[in-house]
């Protein structure tokens, strides 16, 4: 069967607009209900309770927060607002719309005629560049015979200007509603034609009955004949004068020459209409399964049920469109990689506010068991953190654990209280005559050398523990950034031409590796562009802490002078061969490498090389990355800082604990400020079972190697 033929057969959209298609469909929809009006589309739209519950169920879902999250170790979320699709999704899918207004209007069209569609701008990579609202009354979906897999769809769309475009189905987000085929949704105003009939039905007698209606309110009846017109005209007219208005609603009226006054009500099947109008609201609202007081139909609500009837109308009306679009978006904009620790979610906490009171015991009593911070808390409310002491999380002081016994007494030793309030920014209880130097004294320096030493030692190690945080939350992004990318790419290039019976055409593949290491060498020339913005502000503020910490432990804070130490900073990241650099060649390296083992002799799948090559990545590059930044840096920043502002003439390696044999010869070492511990290039630990170190680099200071926790100290005085 040809293409167009079975376009005909298998058309699944009963809005399709084209040529003889378009002439079925209209006399399709003019048909008549049993009421005697005929439901299209528009003249849904134009009735009250149907505009009303559409509306209702568009505005509510755009108007949450659509927010793209990253999973962390431990079960645990964070928002992902490095991945390219976080600002699509959150603020501005295209140059001409906001994100509400994108999911308004594919909202409505879902909600209204069962299916939803958006237009993928795509990349040379299959990065989404934006996405454009189609709509469904121009869509036919078609499966496509000459599809990849079986039931592949395509989508025929017509332009306003009649011309037709035929669309693979990666370039369509099709959102469905409840449905049979697992194709296309069921129309709701198809579906729901009788009752949409009966409410338009209620609204047009309405509206003819108060515009045409001739019976009057009040009539004056008399025994007497009046054949002057006159006469009655003036009889109206005197009785309008005194009685009519609402300032004249309630005098009392005296009748003269045996007049009667008679009221004439609505008659019992006029009586009738207000009831069938009420039972159309409760009908249409059944059918979108929505609590009538959504759509302003109050009767049977009272203040101590409202509340409730929001929370269902959260979980059982709105919740299955919310599923339906987070669901949607991850499958068709997120490739089968990054689903594995990205996920697309609404943000219902807005919907759920109780009354203030409510609220405030349910924080009270969350913080009390620790499950919230001031700052959560205060997040929550929309307002400011106070600071970092508003993260701590607090539990009643009462609590401990099961078969324990708390501790009692003790306190913290003077050097523990100096590091707590060089580092942390705060007195520590100190034991009595210990006090700390008052205000504006600088502090001495401590009084022998070895002291000295030791005091910048565990200021070092403090000040890694407390930025190890922030530098890998650069670091994930960082990372993140490029498993997304260079993902996507792999996807695109490595899996052209054909594949017969399991085997690769190794042709097209050459083809697709050629255009897919020409796509990495130009991802990774303005990469370190990225890793500078992401790195530099941290390491700057871990260089700015160092200085901070070390001007005080050597009594002389003055003579750090920040703006050569944010030029070193710079320099050690930007520069040439600086870290940024580094990172991103190694990065390309390693990829260059796998193709290059996939390619040769016995080699396999190209592509699930990438793939495995990038979840080690995933498993442990992030990790990797964060050690090397925190030892290394803060080794080069303190380095810089004791040899240009305090003169250090030499330095002495310094080993820790369970070491490597390679510190452990390293250990003690000593070297001029100009010197190396270990040159580039040169053997070290010839006689190390597993054979000697040769670092690429000169070794000046920390790491020696990867996962080294080493130390270079001064020698003062020495």
Request: hydrophobic content about 40%; aromatic content about 8%; glycine content about 10%.
């Amino acid at each position: 069967m040809s293409l167009f033929a079975k376009a005909i057969v298998e058309r699944r959209d009963l809005d399709a607009s084209s040529g003889w298609d378009r002439y079925i469909k209209g006399i399709l929809n003019q048909l008549r209900t049993a009421s005697g009006v005929s439901v299209t589309p528009d003249a849904a739209m134009r009735v009250g309770v149907f505009f009303a519950c559409v509306r209702l169920l568009a505005e509510d879902e755009a108007k949450l927060p659509l927010v793209t999250y990253r999973r962390i170790p431990g079960g645990g979320r964070e928002p992902a607002p490095d991945f390219y699709l976080y600002d699509l999704l959150h603020r501005s899918p295209n140059p001409r719309m906001t994100s509400v207004e994108l999911r308004e209007t594919v909202g409505g069209h879902l909600v209204a005629r069962g299916n939803g569609f958006i237009y993928k701008v795509l990349d040379g990579s299959g990065r989404i560049l934006s996405m454009w609202p189609l709509r469904p009354d121009r869509m036919e979906v078609l499966e496509d015979p000459f599809g990849r897999d079986p039931g592949e769809l395509i989508y025929r769309y017509t332009l306003p200007n009649g011309e037709q475009r035929v669309f693979p189905s990666d370039w369509i987000i099709h959102l469905r509603g409840f449905g049979n085929d697992g194709i296309s949704g069921y129309s709701p105003i198809t579906q729901a034609r009788e009752a949409i009939g009966a409410a338009a039905a209620a609204e047009k007698y309405a509206a003819s009955f108060f515009g045409n209606d001739a019976t009057p309110r009040l009539v004056l009846k008399t025994k007497k004949s009046y054949k002057d017109e006159n006469a009655i005209k003036n009889i109206r007219k005197s009785w309008e004068e005194r009685f009519q208005g609402i300032d004249r609603r309630h005098l009392i009226a005296i009748l003269e020459e045996d007049m009667d006054v008679e009221t004439i009500g609505l008659s019992p099947e006029d009586s009738q209409l207000l009831t069938t109008r009420e039972f159309s609201v409760e009908d249409i609202a059944r059918w979108f399964r929505l609590p009538p007081h959504k759509v302003g139909h109050l009767k049977r609500s009272t203040f101590s049920n409202i509340e409730h009837q929001s929370l269902e109308y959260l979980t059982d009306s709105l919740l299955p469109w919310l599923v339906r679009w987070e669901q949607r978006l991850a499958l068709d904009c997120l490739t089968e990689a990054e689903r594995r620790t990205l996920f697309v979610e609404h943000k219902v906490e807005g919907l759920l506010r109780a009354d203030f009171k409510t609220r405030m015991d349910g924080y009270r009593i969350a913080r009390e068991m620790g499950l919230m911070s001031v700052n959560e808390i205060r997040q929550l409310e929309n307002l400011n953190p106070i600071g970092p002491e508003g993260d701590v999380h607090h539990v009643p002081l009462n609590w401990i654990e099961l078969g324990t016994t708390p501790e009692l007494g003790g306190g913290s030793s003077s050097r523990t209280a100096e590091l707590l309030r060089l580092v942390d920014g705060r007195n520590a209880e100190l034991p009595p005559g210990d006090d700390p130097a008052p205000a504006g004294r600088r502090s001495p320096a401590p009084a022998t050398r070895d002291a000295r030493e030791d005091r910048l030692v565990e200021l070092r190690l403090r000040l890694r523990k407390r930025f190890r945080p922030l530098i890998r939350k650069a670091s994930q992004e960082i990372i993140n950034r490029e498993l997304a990318d260079v993902g996507r790419a792999a996807e695109k290039f490595l899996t052209r031409g054909a594949r017969d019976g399991g085997k690769i055409d190794r042709l097209f593949m050459e083809r697709g590796r050629t255009e897919f290491q020409a796509w990495l060498e130009e991802f990774y020339r303005n990469h370190p562009t990225f890793i500078r913005d992401k790195l530099l502000p941290v390491l700057r503020a871990f260089a700015e802490a160092i200085a901070d910490a070390t001007g005080e432990a050597m009594g002389d804070p003055a003579a750090i002078n920040e703006e050569e130490l944010g030029a070193f900073v710079e320099d050690y990241l930007s520069g040439d061969n600086g870290r940024a650099e580094w990172h991103s060649g190694a990065a390309v390296a390693q990829l260059f490498r796998v193709l290059e083992e996939a390619f040769g002799e016995g080699g396999g799948d190209p592509l699930e090389a990438i793939r495995e090559k990038l979840e080690l990545w995933r498993e442990g590059r992030v990790d990797q990355m964060t050690e090397t930044e925190v030892v290394r840096g803060g080794g080069a920043f303190f380095v810089f800082m004791m040899n240009e502002f305090y003169q250090v003439q030499k330095w002495r390696w310094r080993a820790f604990g369970e070491n490597c044999p390679y510190c452990s010869r390293l250990d003690g070492k000593v070297v001029a400020s100009s010197g190396v511990f270990i040159a580039g290039g040169e053997a070290f630990g010839d006689d190390v079972e597993g054979g000697p170190l040769v670092p690429s680099f000169n070794v000046r200071h920390e790491p020696a190697h990867g996962g080294c926790d080493c130390m270079v100290v001064p020698e003062i005085g020495g």
